[in-house]
């Protein structure tokens, strides 16, 4: 069993050096919430809805739906083959046209994106980028195009679809779209140019007229795209309008829904606190700078995209329905760091549950104890740092320290290249003790 260190747990180190080695990175996280609160908008610090959240996710798991990736994702009947294979970001590619967009969404993160101001008045050379994939991609499998809102450039659309058929084989090509612009001659065209998924983006502030509208776009695609899925945030207080939409995306025999951990994408403040909107916390699992730019999870959000998927459930609905977690976004960031590197680590082990380079310290007087417990079993390879105070070895060791009383703390890593050299950099650390751990749990 590990303990997460936090605000709360921190006490249960008695080991004083131990204890002033993972106050640092509670130190990193306060300073984090400062910086965020001063944007205007506060965490959730109240229990409830956290011990909430765990009830739901111990039914979900009694109604047997499917967790994955180290519980990040959660889904029942169907999830798209592209969403299983982002977990690891390996062979799957997102890319856009450009950035512009019709639609004014509030909660958009496109901004926060590499060259926004560029791309949203100007559209790439996709056909350049696709060749460059080619070349410098390996066993590329699903390739996406995103925006802004990509039928803003009807023609580069059906022309990118055709333009993959054309040079790769065996690929899962997906389009995201609000569906605005879809009509029946476009989805011919897209199916005829290959393409084998389409996600539709809802938007519950609309109207109803245009609600009936884009349903209307869906059961169009539903005629010619093999697959076809709405994918949008699970917005906290939308309960009643979410269960009449799946009932609809019922109807129309839609794959799936996925919903996503809504976001605050650190603007538009103003639009947040109109609506009462606090953040999840704790904020990260393990805080990092993470590619996925769609800011930081806001509270309730995770406990209504459960809540759906047993409202799915429990009504026996064939509508797939799959939870997407701000932390699912950031998997497969960590897994490209630290397998792509080919940096070897002594006494780092990678974990298979969550990517992370993890090791095992010990600190202060608890050194001389594990030297000697390691000694009697015939373990040499650990490594003691003077300036931190601490010996570091391979989690398995862990077993040989029992009835010691040493406390022992498990290290996050990741690598990082800098200066055309790769660093490994530690990002967090859990609290364990030899009785009470397991391999499972890393």
Request: glycine share 4%; proline share 2%; charged share 30%.
């Amino acid at each position: 069993m590990l303990t997460d260190i936090n605000e709360d747990t921190i006490k249960v180190v008695k080991n004083p050096i131990f204890k002033e080695y993972a106050s640092f990175y509670l130190d990193i996280s306060r300073n984090f919430i400062q910086q965020v609160e001063q944007y205007g908008i506060s965490f959730d610090k109240n229990p409830k809805t956290s011990i909430e959240t765990k009830e739901v996710l111990n039914r979900l798991k009694q109604k047997q739906a499917i967790f994955r990736n180290d519980d990040k994702s959660i889904y029942n009947n169907f999830i798209s083959p592209a969403c299983e294979a982002c977990a690891k970001s390996i062979g799957s590619v997102t890319t856009y046209i450009s950035l512009m967009c019709h639609r004014n969404c509030y909660y958009c993160f496109n901004s926060n994106q590499e060259d926004y101001e560029l791309f949203n008045n100007s559209k790439k050379d996709w056909k350049s980028q696709l060749k460059d994939i080619i070349k410098t991609e390996k066993d590329i499998s699903y390739i996406a195009l995103s925006g802004g809102e990509p039928l803003l450039h009807k023609e580069d659309t059906v022309e990118y679809f055709k333009y993959i058929k054309n040079y790769m084989k065996n690929v899962h090509t997906r389009l995201y779209t609000s569906g605005d612009l879809l009509d029946e001659k476009l989805a011919e065209e897209l199916d005829e140019a290959g393409l084998k998924e389409i996600r539709f983006s809802i938007k519950l502030e609309d109207s109803l007229e245009l609600h009936k509208t884009v349903l209307k776009k869906i059961a169009i695609a539903r005629q010619y795209i093999p697959k076809v899925v709405v994918e949008m945030p699970a917005i906290p207080g939308t309960f009643e309008e979410m269960k009449q939409l799946i009932f609809d995306l019922e109807k129309l025999k839609v794959d799936g829904i996925n919903l996503l951990e809504f976001c605050f994408p650190y603007n538009n403040v103003e639009e947040y606190a109109k609506r009462g909107f606090k953040l999840k916390y704790p904020h990260f699992k393990v805080l990092y700078n993470y590619w996925y730019s769609g800011g930081l999870a806001v509270s309730g959000s995770e406990l209504l995209s459960l809540k759906l998927l047993e409202f799915i459930l429990d009504n026996h609905l064939k509508l797939g329905a799959h939870y997407c977690s701000l932390e699912n976004k950031h998997t497969g960031q960590i897994y490209r760091q630290n397998t792509i590197s080919k940096a070897a680590w002594k006494n780092i082990i990678f974990s298979n549950r969550d990517y992370y380079l993890k090791t095992a310290k010990v600190f202060g007087k608890d050194i001389s104890k594990a030297i000697l417990a390691f000694h009697k079993n015939g373990i040499e390879d650990y490594e003691e740092n003077r300036d931190y105070d601490f010996l570091q070895f391979q989690p398995e060791k862990i077993k040989y320290l029992k009835d010691t009383g040493i406390e022992v703390a498990i290290s996050y890593n990741v690598t990082e290249e800098r200066d055309n050299m790769t660093y490994l950099r530690e990002l967090k650390v859990d609290y364990t003790t030899p009785e009470t751990f397991s391999l499972d749990d890393i």
